[in-house]
Each structure stands twice: as C-alpha cells, then as structure tokens.
C-alpha cells in the first residue's frame, strides 16, 4: 500500500505543478529579480503548493497504516493530525509570503503557532535524553522552548538554502530519503511513511524545479518542508541519547552549517544576524566560478555525504561515534575557510596550520 501512496504522491506533484504555475500568475505569487537573485526573469513562486496538495493525497491513502502506526511512538492519532494542521498553517503562511512578502515578524508568528500545535495538540516534543558517563538529563519546563527552537530553527534553515533552482527541493529530498533510511533501521514504519510520501511529492516537483526552473517553491515550499523535516526528526529520535540526538543534525549538515554560518558573518560584520546578503554556501560556490547547475550537483553532493555520515553515525559505538563528529566539525571548518562562508578573512583553522608548519 505504500508503494501505491508514493506512485500517487509522486504523480499528483507532476500533474498539480503546472496548474499552481497558472494560479501563481494569476493571483501575483511571482519572483522578480533583483541584486540576490540569479534569475533574470519573473517567475512563479508557490510551487511549494503543488508539494503541499500531492503529500495530502498520498497520506489520505495511507491513512489507516498510519494511524495504527502512531502507537509506537507512544501518540495519539491527535499527532498526525496536529501535524497536518501545523503543516497547514505554514503553507499558509508561504502562501500569503509569496503574494504580497509579509514581515520576517509575521512569517515568525506562523511558525510558531504551526510548533505550538504539534507540541500541545499532538504531545510532540523533546522530554528528555540520555547522556554518555551521566545518565539521564530531563529537560523538565525547557523542553517546550527547546522544542520550538529546533523546529523554527530548522524551518528557516530550509527556507535560507532555497537560493537556486531545485536546490532547496533537492537538499531536502536527500534529507527525507535519509529519514526514511534511518527509520527503517530504526523500526520506525510511520516516519518512514511520512518521509516516503514527502519525498516522493518533493521529486516529483523537482522536475518543474531543476535548472533551468519552470516554477519556484517559494516560501510556500520552502517553510513546508522545513517544517516537516524538523517535526518527523523529532519523531524519528525524541527521548533518545544524546549520540542519537545528533544525528538529525548530522543529517541536516547543509542547511544547518549555512544559517550557522551565516550568523557568524553577519555578527562578524556587525549587521544584524536576520539581515539577507548574498554570502551564502550556494553564492560563494557560484562566485568561485561554478556554473548553476554544477553548484547545485555540489550541494547536493555534500548533502548525500551528511547523510551517509548521519547513516554511519547511527552505527557506530560511542568512541567511534565522538571521532566522528570531531572528523566532521573539522571538514565542516576548513571548507568553510577555504570558500569563504564566514567571511573572507575568517581563517582561524588554516592560519594555526600556517603558523604551526613555520
């Protein structure tokens, strides 16, 4: 039955794609260009709808799988509900965006109202985990402010790669399939659903969304799927131990190591850390003298590395594990020296190896 849902998911994307393109003209959802963008012309921008609208066919036709899989997690069939809803709200949000550009505040409001509902409404949410040589850490009353941080944070994480043609879509697909990977090793067969379904409607919008685009995701998409993404990885690895804890972050390496990133360059220039510029991962790839296309292979080949690694990661013992994550942390630093993603004098690493060889 979940193959039906993928294959119907997947369709229904290819065959709504081109009907949102239509209702975007119409209604003004469009992208003109200017000094950050790489697109020379208008284009329409609430692709994310299309994903949106074939994720809800596939799940309608798996829905009872679904509901008598949500025990595992020990949630109520108000989870995916409450997951259904928030999700609805953040399209709404995109959707509204990609008309008229509301506020980065407004945009705010939307996010948080869509994580309070899967906190409070679904019982989804970060309690506790457990750490090497100490035990058991309860997050007691942060657990609620930490869990709307991942998921605001991871969100927006999305929604800032989304610079270039499919290359948000694509990121996140390689996210999903790695969820799904990672739940199945996990026994986790309503993640792995969820993940499946996603990811199936989000190729399926890939081919409308790939350079040269026909149609963009927008804020529609873009917060969409960050959403998703946080909440299922939420689902995925809550109350587990810390080594676990990392592996969605592991997982989401692209995205999460370019708002990272893109935080320090702005405090480093002392502008404020929400100010848009035109410094991050895919610019400076373009700006080495990548074309579009071959940037978005490389991004996309540094998000199937994370999520090999998120794989690996899973597998391993708990030294194994830490040398790992200092393996990572250290690859992570010097490509970002050498490309410049935190500055262009932003060089702490490679200047200690410089002084260290003199």
Same mark, same amino acid.
Do not use: C
């Given at each position: 039955?979940?193959?039906?849902?993928?294959?119907?998911?997947?369709?229904?994307?290819?065959?709504?794609?081109?009907?949102?393109?239509?209702?975007?003209?119409?209604?003004?959802? #469009?992208?003109?260009?200017?000094?950050?963008?790489?697109?020379?012309?208008?284009?329409?921008?609430?692709?994310?709808?299309?994903?949106?609208?074939?994720?809800?066919?596939? #799940?309608?036709?798996?829905?009872?799988?679904?509901?008598?899989?949500?025990?595992?997690?020990?949630?109520?069939?108000?989870?995916?509900?409450?997951?259904?809803?928030?999700?609805?709200?953040?399209?709404?949000?995109?959707?509204?965006?990609?008309?008229?550009?509301?506020?980065?505040?407004?945009?705010?409001?939307?996010?948080?109202?869509?994580?309070?509902? #899967?906190?409070?409404?679904?019982?989804?949410?970060?309690?506790?985990?457990?750490?090497?040589?100490?035990?058991?850490?309860?997050?007691?009353?942060?657990?609620?402010?930490?869990?709307?941080?991942?998921?605001?944070?991871?969100?927006?994480?999305?929604?800032?790669?989304?610079?270039?043609?499919?290359?948000?879509?694509?990121?996140?697909?390689?996210?999903?399939?790695?969820?799904?990977?990672?739940?199945?090793?996990?026994?986790?067969?309503?993640?792995?659903?969820?993940?499946?379904?996603?990811?199936?409607?989000?190729?399926?919008?890939?081919?409308?969304?790939?350079?040269?685009?026909?149609?963009?995701?927008?804020?529609?998409?873009?917060?969409?799927?960050?959403?998703?993404?946080?909440?299922?990885?939420?689902?995925?690895?809550?109350?587990?131990?810390?080594?676990?804890?990392?592996?969605?972050?592991?997982?989401?390496?692209?995205?999460?190591?370019?708002?990272?990133?893109?935080? #320090?360059?702005?405090?480093?220039?002392?502008?404020?850390?929400?100010?848009?510029?035109?410094?991050?991962?895919?610019?400076?790839?373009?700006?080495?003298?990548?074309?579009?296309?071959?940037?978005?292979?490389?991004?996309?080949?540094?998000?199937?590395?994370?999520?090999?690694?998120?794989?690996?990661?899973?597998?391993?013992?708990?030294?194994?594990?830490?040398?790992?994550?200092?393996?990572?942390?250290?690859?992570?630093?010097?490509?970002?020296?050498?490309?410049?993603?935190?500055?262009?004098?932003?060089?702490?690493?490679?200047?200690?190896?410089?002084?260290?060889?003199?």
């Amino acid at each position: 039955m979940l193959y039906v849902s993928l294959i119907a998911a997947f369709v229904a994307s290819i065959l709504l794609t081109p009907l949102v393109k239509r209702l975007a003209f119409r209604i003004g959802a #469009v992208d003109a260009p200017n000094y950050r963008k790489v697109h020379a012309k208008i284009m329409p921008r609430l692709g994310g709808l299309a994903i949106f609208l074939a994720f809800l066919i596939g #799940v309608a036709m798996l829905y009872p799988f679904l509901i008598n899989a949500l025990p595992r997690l020990k949630i109520s069939e108000y989870g995916l509900i409450a997951i259904i809803i928030g999700a609805a709200i953040i399209v709404a949000t995109g959707v509204v965006d990609d008309m008229r550009e509301i506020s980065a505040k407004a945009k705010m409001l939307g996010q948080l109202i869509a994580a309070l509902i #899967v906190i409070f409404v679904g019982g989804i949410q970060i309690d506790y985990i457990n750490l090497p040589f100490i035990g058991e850490l309860d997050f007691g009353f942060l657990s609620i402010p930490l869990t709307i941080l991942w998921i605001v944070g991871i969100t927006n994480a999305i929604n800032l790669i989304d610079g270039l043609d499919g290359l948000a879509a694509g990121v996140s697909s390689i996210a999903l399939i790695t969820l799904a990977g990672m739940a199945i090793i996990m026994n986790n067969m309503f993640v792995l659903a969820i993940a499946a379904i996603l990811a199936a409607a989000t190729i399926g919008f890939l081919f409308y969304n790939f350079h040269p685009a026909k149609i963009f995701m927008g804020d529609t998409g873009a917060l969409f799927l960050g959403f998703m993404i946080s909440v299922l990885a939420l689902l995925g690895f809550k109350n587990v131990t810390f080594i676990s804890l990392i592996i969605p972050v592991i997982m989401l390496g692209v995205p999460i190591s370019d708002t990272f990133f893109a935080i #320090v360059r702005r405090v480093r220039m002392k502008k404020k850390w929400s100010d848009p510029d035109k410094s991050h991962l895919h610019h400076r790839l373009l700006d080495m003298g990548f074309t579009h296309r071959q940037t978005v292979l490389i991004i996309y080949g540094i998000a199937m590395m994370f999520g090999l690694a998120a794989i690996i990661f899973s597998m391993a013992k708990l030294w194994g594990a830490i040398l790992l994550i200092a393996v990572i942390l250290t690859a992570i630093e010097i490509f970002v020296e050498v490309i410049g993603l935190a500055g262009k004098n932003y060089k702490p690493l490679l200047n200690f190896v410089r002084i260290f060889n003199k």
